[in-house]
């Protein structure tokens, strides 16, 4: 069981970055997916996820700004986030879950998989 981020950076309002997460095949193939973002001291933050039918569901947020895909045959997750803004500064961490996609977006506890995170920073 291993999720593994990359992409994190730091970048100027307005500006682009794409997140990627590797996973194992026996949790990609079953789960939802998805990515939730959380800053020191504070809640963590559902941002989307994305059934393995490639349906997905965004918070409010970042609707229209961010792209969540999946790619079932190599195993990958990303994020494209644009139209950055300072307050999308955060950890963000591509997690997979048992649970519909409905339920985690707005509950990111209830990822039952987590990697450890990558840093954006927007400013």
């Known amino acids: 069981v291993q999720l593994v981020e990359s992409g994190g950076a730091s970048v100027q309002a307005g500006g682009s970055l794409r997140l990627s997460c590797v996973a194992s095949g026996y949790i990609y193939s079953h789960h939802c997916m998805g990515w939730y973002r959380q800053v020191p001291g504070k809640e963590r933050e559902g941002v989307a996820a994305i059934n393995a039918h490639g349906s997905a569901i965004y918070a409010d947020s970042v609707k229209g700004r961010f792209i969540v895909a999946r790619d079932n045959a190599k195993e990958h997750l990303s994020l494209q986030l644009n139209n950055l803004k300072p307050e999308d500064t955060a950890m963000y961490y591509c997690?997979?879950?048992?649970?519909?996609?409905?339920?985690?977006?707005?509950?990111?506890?209830?990822?039952?998989?987590r990697g450890q995170g990558t840093q954006v920073t927007v400013s």
């Open positions: 997690a997979a879950s048992v649970s519909a996609c409905g339920v985690v977006i707005t509950a990111p506890n209830e990822y039952n998989y």
